[in-house]
T-cell receptor, first 113, second 108 residues
Framework: DTEVTQTPKHLVMGMTNKKSLKCEQH?????MYWYKQKAKKPPELMFV???????INESVPSRFSPECPNSSLLNLHLHALQPEDSALYLC????????????FGEGSWLTVV | GIQVEQSPPDLILQEGANSTLRCNFS?????LQWFHQNPWGQLINLFY???GTKQNGRLSATTVATERYSLLYISSSQTTDSGVYFC??????????FGTGTRLTVIP
């Protein structure tokens, strides 16, 4: 089962709201990722967790706060976002080594109003 | 950082035609994947291909790591092949950087 599940699929939030995106995998992967994709652009890496510890933060603003509660779950907490943060947010996972495929979820479409 | 360029940026094909998509990368990589992103945004794994050649049905891919490029071949294209094709490379254990993408439209 090569599945990464993301919820919600669509989210509309105001600039003062606090919301969270959730990601789950049951493949025993120990690396999990958040990507952001704007329209007509490639996905851009935001964060990487390795063995539940944050290993890469690609200079993402603090209004995005990742959390890895356990090896199967990855959250992205959102607070005080701007309209330009509207995008597709993609979660992915992989085995924690070089020669392995990275698998993506279906994404969460976020609109900030 | 590493640069990953894909060509062509846009491609329109008649159904049944064949095509070749190219991915050039600027530095050594230890992993390369090809994805198809459907209109709903999902990234579908096509190939994990750090080197060599693989085939899966109408699709095949070749990576020449020493020359820093990879090719994706689509034969007998179908309308369902439409979407954006990305190559993505890894330079370390836990990163994956995407190319600029090729937007394919297959018309009946």
């Amino acid at each position: 089962d090569t599945e990464v599940t993301q919820t919600p699929k669509h989210l509309v939030m105001g600039m003062t709201n606090k919301k969270s995106l959730k990601c789950e995998q049951h493949m025993g992967h120990r690396a999990m990722y958040w990507y952001k994709q704007k329209a007509k652009k490639p996905p851009e890496l935001m964060f990487v967790y390795s063995y539940e510890k944050l290993s890469i933060n690609e200079s993402v603003p603090s209004r995005f706060s990742p959390e890895c509660p356990n090896s199967s779950l990855l959250n992205l907490h959102l607070h005080a976002l701007q309209p330009e943060d509207s995008a597709l947010y993609l979660c992915a996972s992989s085995q924690e080594s070089v020669g392995n495929t990275i698998y993506f979820g279906e994404g969460s479409w976020l609109t900030v109003v | 950082g590493i640069q990953v360029e894909q060509s062509p940026p846009d491609l329109i094909l008649q159904e049944g035609a064949n095509s070749t998509l190219r991915c050039n990368f600027s530095d050594s990589v230890n992993n390369l994947q090809w994805f198809h992103q459907n209109p709903w945004g999902q990234l579908i794994n096509l190939f994990y291909i750090p080197s060599g050649t693989k085939q899966n049905g109408r699709l095949s891919a070749t990576t020449v790591a020493t020359e820093r490029y990879s090719l994706l071949y689509i034969s007998s294209s179908q309308t369902t092949d439409s979407g954006v094709y990305f190559c993505a490379v890894r330079t370390g254990a836990n990163n994956l950087f995407f190319g600029t993408g090729t937007r394919l439209t297959v018309i009946p």
